[in-house]
């Protein structure tokens, strides 16, 4: 995945002319992992986004990590909310995929 | 297998106007009623809304309106109780 | 909406076309609003603006703090109860808004 990342950023003459927004416009409808404030996560297939970074996900998995452990709640199609995201992963194996 | 189609936040939307919906707040809070309409800001109007704390049935409002910033994510409900 | 600048102004409609009309709708009611922190309110809706500032008379508040039993880890609700004749609320403690079921 890494590479294909690289592909990518290198496919221009200057890397920095991809814009962050450019990157996820590649990721429509692959699997992609957001990271958002107050321990959650959110895997879904992205099916597209606005300025905001709002997105529409679909086949969507919903981690919470407590003291407890980690909740998994799986929907199918969400509407999510840009304000609370701090990363984006592409690929999106989710926080099992990452701890791996 | 065929790719889904570009689905933008407000063609997503459109699809969920008058459907019943589960509304999800940061705090956790989910919210499952029928949606009448929504705004930028996500603020949301929702009709026979029911409050969901911990899984949990906790309070039933007639009409509810919902402040956006509250908002974690709008998601079709098929499973309406 | 009315083609002619100003013309729908004066009238109300009790139609619900974005979020805000809802709360429109409620000015002089009896409303419910759930704030930040385990605040609730009822009171009389006097005003509001685009932000959920709002001005509410005769106010209810109710105020829940929750203790967990440091032994038994059972959860506690602890209410605490005071009436405001008029309150100004900030509209970024907002969380939801509620009319008066009607019957």
Redesign the interface.
């Known amino acids: 995945m890494a590479a294909n990342l690289a592909n990518i950023a290198g496919s221009r003459a200057n890397p920095s002319t991809l814009l962050p927004l450019e990157l996820i416009d590649k990721c429509?409808?692959s699997r992609i992992h957001a990271i958002?404030?107050?321990n959650?996560e959110?895997v879904g297939?992205l099916?597209?986004?606005?300025d905001y970074v709002?997105?529409?996900l679909?086949d969507?998995r919903e981690y919470?990590t407590t003291a407890e452990g980690r909740r998994v709640n799986k929907?199918?199609?969400?509407?999510?909310?840009g304000?609370?995201i701090v990363m984006l992963v592409p690929g999106g194996e989710g926080p099992e995929g990452a701890a791996a | 297998m065929a790719a889904p189609p570009r689905t933008n936040p407000s063609d997503f939307l459109k699809e969920l106007a008058g459907r019943p919906v589960v509304v999800k707040l940061n705090s956790g809070v989910d919210y499952r009623g029928l949606l009448s309409c929504l705004d930028g800001y996500m603020n949301i109007a929702l009709e026979q809304t029911e409050e969901y704390v911990n899984g949990q049935l906790k309070k039933k409002y007639g009409d509810a309106f919902i402040r956006g910033n509250n908002v974690l994510y709008i998601s079709g409900s098929r499973t309406r109780k | 909406m009315a083609t002619s600048e100003g013309a729908g102004d004066h009238v109300q409609e009790a139609t619900v076309e974005e979020p805000l009309d809802l709360v429109r709708l409620c000015l002089d009611e009896k409303i419910y609003v759930k704030m930040r922190h385990d605040r609730e309110l009822t009171g009389t809706l006097f005003a509001y603006d685009q932000h959920l500032n709002m001005i509410l008379g005769d106010v209810h508040e109710t105020i829940t703090v929750t203790e967990v039993d440091s032994e038994t880890y059972e959860e506690m609700y602890k209410e605490t109860k005071r009436t405001i004749p008029m309150l100004f609320v900030r509209g970024d403690g907002v969380i939801l808004i509620s009319p008066p079921t009607r019957a």
Request: charged share 25%; aromatic share 4%.
């Open positions: 429509i409808g958002l404030r107050s959650k959110i297939t099916l597209g986004f606005d709002n997105m529409v679909d969507v919470e929907l199918e199609r969400i509407l999510l909310n304000s609370n």
